[in-house]
């Protein structure tokens, strides 16, 4: 399977500033996700990266709040824009080896806290 | 209601106890079911994955889906201290939508 690094691998933020989280896999894949794993709940999907397009974002999240950049099949950024101590979480890449694979893998994530 | 409920734990066993792990669903759409394990500080990793009701194993690993009842399972033979990590299962029908995840403990 692939090998997915991010960085940083965790940051410590003042309200109001931003952050951009890199995301680097050892190959290229098809599908690119941008997920947030809060404290006791589940992961929920921000957004799919999408490689020369504009990123498919979920419900509840904006392009606005949470711009993503796909420049070619390995790589992918993920920015929380204006961030409030309510962002402190945990966010994470994960990929798709090739399209409709259903088998995704994630990176290590990056632990962020707003102060 | 969740579209998957999943029972967060901490579910403590012996080292060598069977680890009984489940998860239900309200959305029979859901055609792949995955679990995965994710050790602190790090991102989750696939365990395994089914398409079928019944029962698949890997190892000291068996998953189980019972569609009808919409209702599945992971069980950890001889369970080792190397076992503890939060399961999360993962139901996929157009999206992933992932179980809040289990916090196991195995105790030597």
């Known amino acids: 399977s692939a090998v997915i690094s991010q960085k940083p691998s965790r940051d410590i933020c003042q309200r109001g500033t931003s952050l951009t989280i890199q995301c680097q896999v050892d190959?290229?894949?098809?599908?690119m996700f941008w997920y947030r794993q809060q404290p006791g709940q589940s992961l929920t999907l921000i957004a799919t990266?999408?490689?020369?397009?504009?990123?498919?974002?979920e419900s509840g999240f904006v392009i606005d709040k949470f711009p993503i950049s796909r420049p070619n099949l390995t790589f992918s950024t993920l920015t929380v824009s204006n961030m409030s101590p309510e962002d402190s979480s945990i966010y994470l890449c994960s990929v798709e080896e090739t399209r409709n694979s259903y088998e995704q893998y994630f990176g290590p994530g990056t632990r962020l806290t707003v102060t | 209601q969740k579209e998957v409920e999943q029972d967060p734990g901490p579910l403590s066993v012996p080292e060598g106890a069977i680890v009984s792990l489940n998860c239900t669903y309200s959305n029979s759409a859901f055609q792949y079911f995955m679990w995965y394990r994710q050790y602190s500080r790090k991102g989750p990793e696939l365990l395994m994955y089914?398409?079928?009701?019944g029962n698949k194993e890997d190892g000291r690993f068996t998953a189980q889906v019972d569609k009808s009842s919409k209702y599945i399972s992971l069980f950890i033979r001889d369970s080792q201290p190397s076992d503890s990590a939060t399961y999360l299962c993962a139901l996929l029908g157009g999206k992933l939508q992932f179980g809040a995840g289990t916090q196991v403990v195995v105790t030597p």
């Open positions: 190959s290229q894949v098809t599908m």
């Open positions: 990266a999408n490689q020369g397009s504009e990123a498919t974002y």
């Open positions: 089914t398409y079928s009701s």
